[in-house]
């Protein structure tokens, strides 16, 4: 069956240093992924995308992630956390050819100054 | 662009009403999603429409509906509504076929 896990539900930084949030995915062929990143009251907003090729994809607002298919893993990172990237964020699989989307849990992401 | 736009952002009601929510997608956009999300079971899938075909549909009982426009607009309706339908409705649209989705802000339901 196809699903998310996303294994850390809450995580707390220090404004400047680094982040890495963990996403397995359970999928039958190659996966389409996606980072979403959700404020609070707010929709969800893509931060990036894995369809095929190169394994490192970047996002918008410094993120990164990186594909490992031997470990079915599409962990998302940054080097510097700033403290407006406090907020929820979603991994997801995409269930092609449709638009279907299976999402994690999500991680909270909280940063001190 | 305009993005997804979604009526009404706040929505209450009492058991046993029904309400429909609306969403209009990105131009040009032909799919449209519909996601509930809930602090116990977070961000599930219930159905997907694509050129006025449902496409897809989640686990979710008969009193969820949907449909969408040949304008690509999309309306969902829950009747008879529970305590355990008051979410987060988060619509999304994209042009299809696996393409990433762009998300409305929501429409918060609460069931009273």
């Known amino acids: 069956a196809q699903s998310v896990t996303q294994p850390d539900i809450h995580i707390t930084v220090s404004e400047g240093a680094s982040l890495e949030l963990r996403c397995n995915y359970s999928y039958g062929a190659t996966p389409y992924l996606f980072w979403y990143v959700q404020s609070p009251g707010q929709g969800l907003q893509l931060l990036l995308k894995?369809?095929?090729?190169?394994?490192l994809v970047q996002g918008i607002k410094g993120f990164e992630a990186e594909f490992k298919r031997s470990q079915s893993s599409f962990n998302l990172r940054k080097p510097s956390v700033h403290w407006s990237d406090a907020a929820e964020y979603f991994c997801?699989?995409?269930?092609?050819?449709?638009?279907?989307?299976?999402f994690g849990t999500g991680t909270r992401l909280q940063v001190f100054p | 662009k305009a993005g997804v736009t979604q009526t009404p952002r706040y929505l209450i009601k009492t058991r046993g009403q029904q309400v429909t929510l609306s969403c209009s997608p990105i131009?040009?956009?032909?799919?449209v999603s519909w996601y509930q999300q809930t602090p116990g079971q977070g961000l599930q899938f219930l159905f997907e429409y694509f050129s006025e075909t449902q496409r897809n549909k989640g686990n979710f009982p008969g009193r969820f509906s949907g449909r969408q426009f040949s304008n690509s607009r999309s309306e969902m309706n829950v009747s008879t509504l529970e305590l355990g339908d008051s979410a987060l409705y988060l619509c999304?649209?994209?042009?299809?076929?696996?393409?990433?989705?762009?998300f409305g802000p929501g429409t918060r339901l609460t069931v009273l």
């Open positions: 894995y369809f095929s090729g190169d394994t």
């Open positions: 997801a699989v995409g269930v092609v050819p449709t638009d279907k989307l299976i």
């Open positions: 131009s040009g956009h032909r799919s």
């Open positions: 999304a649209s994209s042009s299809g076929q696996g393409n990433e989705q762009f």
